[in-house]
């Protein structure tokens, strides 16, 4: 199911663009993350994908159809989304916030067999001791396993995650990304991941879009887009890129001083 | 990627577990319910025995006669024409504002949330108050029907300002209450203003109307307020996974599939009915709405498929209580429940958030 991004703008207010004129395409089964500063318009970016905010304007076709003429309930079954942060809310156990990502297939009757699929997703993130604990009794870090728990029970095509390893240690930021990786190469579904981890990105994804000042300033593989150039331009950073295993590893030397 | 484990329904069963224990504290507050209401048409002046009164109530149905003021006419005629009607207006009250109070902050994702804080009851008293003292009803149509449909257009307007609120960026659960406050305000100074041009026999009236008071309540007022009460309940309940999903957020909602304006506006014109209903005949009983629902979250979670139908039975424990030790401290009457109920519950309800380990928001 390729997503083709033509051409779109997002904003507030009329004179202030978060983000601008971004094109891009997705294809299926790939890992893609999105990388760049902060407020340069990553969030909003995946948030109009799955028609979470509304195009000021530009076009974007799932699977060749305008997403303007995709229902929200089509869409949930299509795009799952693992948002930054669960914000505050009345405390629902584990199961039941995971529950939620049925949603979209939920049918009467249909508990059982929606509790089984919880099951095993909370089995894979290895998070199954936490079923029915409350979600607000959690860390952060098993938060955002939670999160990705909902996400993925969605049985989406494509799963849209806005920095879903940000709060979590190495080893486990590393586990949910091989997860993620492995959901892209075995059952072919496209990832779209928000990370400030350029290693992580470098590591995992198949291709990188580097955004800044609301635009797509680089796009392509990790070795085409991690270069000290762009990590200097658009993070203000300098570095050096080695290369690890075939792929980029970044080494941050030190900071550019503003002037 | 995705092993099948060999304990594929362990979580089934222990799902099924947990979910039986609530419904078995939920069948343990229908129980108490049921003995309440027995007491409560036990105490008054006429001495009726508590075990009387399902005796009373079973040949009423099965349709006994008695010999024109007798003893036993004059116990049926007091269970059933007096007594019963308060005690299921109290019932039905408990159940609108309590279910409206738990659906409002889960559609507002906003723990102070319920008709009061929103601005609704206050909007719908001053909806009743005009029709009472100055008899301007927005449709044609005379006595109860009127006065509700008033309450329920007046109730509307706070309703449509907090969704027109909520719609704009940056806004806070906490300012939402805020301006519902501010309207509730708006809404209590015009009550106030038509409350001085009236004479003081219709101020009088409308002020013990106002107070929120079973009291005088008969068969012939309870149809309207029980339909609407048990209808708008009931489609809370059908609602309440969809409840859940809108305290997720609006983002988090929008992405489930869940199409949050279109919700938000449904249960919001459908509580501001049911408080209309209710506040059309009983006045103002503040506190049910806000506090019942926190204290069934302390005991059940926060899951609405088990909140909404707690509620629904713990709110009209709490009113009936209410209004029993009201009765009892005060037998001609003069004591309304509302004060009881704030008296009580207040310090009850502090108490539980004290001692409350887990984290309620």
């Not at chain 1, 929200?72 to 990502?101: C, Q």
């Not at chain 2, 509700?148 to 109730?155: M, R, W």
């Not at chain 2, 489930?256 to 009983?285: D, E, H, Q």
Request: proline share 4%; with cysteine.
């Amino acid at each position: 199911m390729p997503i083709e991004v033509e051409d779109i703008s997002f904003g507030y207010h009329n004179n202030s663009l978060i983000i601008d004129g971004i094109s891009y395409n997705f294809q299926n089964g790939k890992f893609y993350a999105i990388l760049g500063p902060n407020g340069v318009g990553k969030s909003t970016f995946i948030r109009c994908i799955n028609k979470i905010l509304k195009l000021k304007s530009g076009t974007i076709l799932i699977d060749d159809r305008n997403v303007n003429d995709i229902t929200l309930k089509e869409m949930a079954k299509l795009i799952g989304y693992v948002p930054y942060s669960a914000g505050d809310s009345f405390p629902l156990t584990v199961v039941d916030t995971v529950l939620m990502g049925r949603h979209p297939h939920s049918k009467i009757g249909s508990l059982v067999d929606d509790l089984k699929k919880v099951h095993e997703v909370l089995e894979q993130l290895e998070i199954m001791d936490l079923a029915l604990r409350e979600f607000n009794s959690l860390s952060a870090g098993q938060h955002q396993k939670v999160m990705l728990a909902r996400g993925l029970v969605q049985e989406p095509e494509v799963l849209l995650l806005d920095e879903p390893t940000s709060n979590l240690d190495v080893r486990h930021q590393m586990e949910v990304t091989k997860i993620l990786k492995d959901l892209c190469d075995q059952k072919g579904i496209m990832v779209i991941m928000i990370c400030h981890d350029l290693n992580i990105a470098a590591k995992y994804a198949d291709e990188l879009m580097l955004m800044y000042d609301k635009k797509v300033y680089a796009k392509g593989t990790p070795s085409e887009v991690l270069t000290p150039e762009n990590l200097r331009t658009v993070y203000g950073v300098e570095s050096t890129v080695v290369d690890h295993n075939g792929r980029p590893c970044v080494i941050l030397d030190d900071f550019l001083k503003q002037s | 990627m995705f092993r099948k484990n060999a304990s594929d329904d362990e979580l089934v069963q222990k799902y099924s577990a947990y979910t039986f224990k609530k419904m078995v504290i939920i069948f343990g507050g229908i129980l108490t319910l049921f003995l309440l209401m027995g007491i409560s048409i036990t105490v008054g002046f006429r001495d009726i025995d508590f075990f009387q009164v399902y005796t009373i109530v079973f040949e009423h149905i099965t349709g006994a006669t008695y010999e024109y003021h007798s003893d036993e006419w004059w116990d049926d005629w007091i269970v059933c024409n007096t007594r019963m009607p308060k005690v299921v207006a109290g019932i039905m009250a408990g159940i609108g504002l309590t279910v409206s109070g738990a659906a409002m902050q889960s559609v507002m994702k906003n723990p102070l949330a319920d008709p009061y804080t929103t601005g609704i009851s206050s909007a719908a008293v001053f909806g009743v108050t005009i029709a009472m003292i100055m008899g301007i009803t927005f449709a044609d149509i005379n006595g109860q029907y009127g006065i509700v449909f008033n309450a329920f257009i007046f109730g509307m307007i706070p309703a449509a300002v907090v969704m027109l609120v909520s719609r704009m960026n940056s806004i806070s659960p906490a300012t939402l209450i805020l301006a519902g406050i501010a309207i509730s305000y708006f809404f209590s100074a015009l009550d106030t203003l038509v409350m001085t041009m009236a004479t003081a026999e219709t101020i009088k009236s409308a002020y013990l109307w106002q107070i929120g008071s079973l009291d005088g309540l008969r068969w012939v007022d309870l149809p309207l307020m029980t339909g609407i009460v048990i209808t708008g309940s009931i489609i809370m309940g059908i609602l309440s996974k969809k409840l859940n999903i809108l305290s997720a957020g609006d983002e988090s909602a929008t992405s489930l599939g869940l199409n949050v304006n279109n919700y938000r506006l449904l249960c919001l014109m459908l509580l501001s009915l049911m408080t209309a209903s209710i506040i059309s005949f009983t006045g103002i009983i503040g506190f049910v709405g806000l506090v019942v629902p926190h204290v069934c979250r302390i005991i059940l979670g926060s899951d609405n498929k088990f909140i909404i139908p707690a509620c629904a039975v713990l709110g009209p424990i709490v009113i009936l209580s209410a209004d029993i030790i009201g009765k009892v401290i005060s037998p001609m009457g003069d004591l309304p429940m509302g004060i009881i109920m704030s008296f009580i519950g207040g310090p009850v309800f502090l108490m539980l958030i004290i001692k409350q380990r887990r984290e309620m928001w």
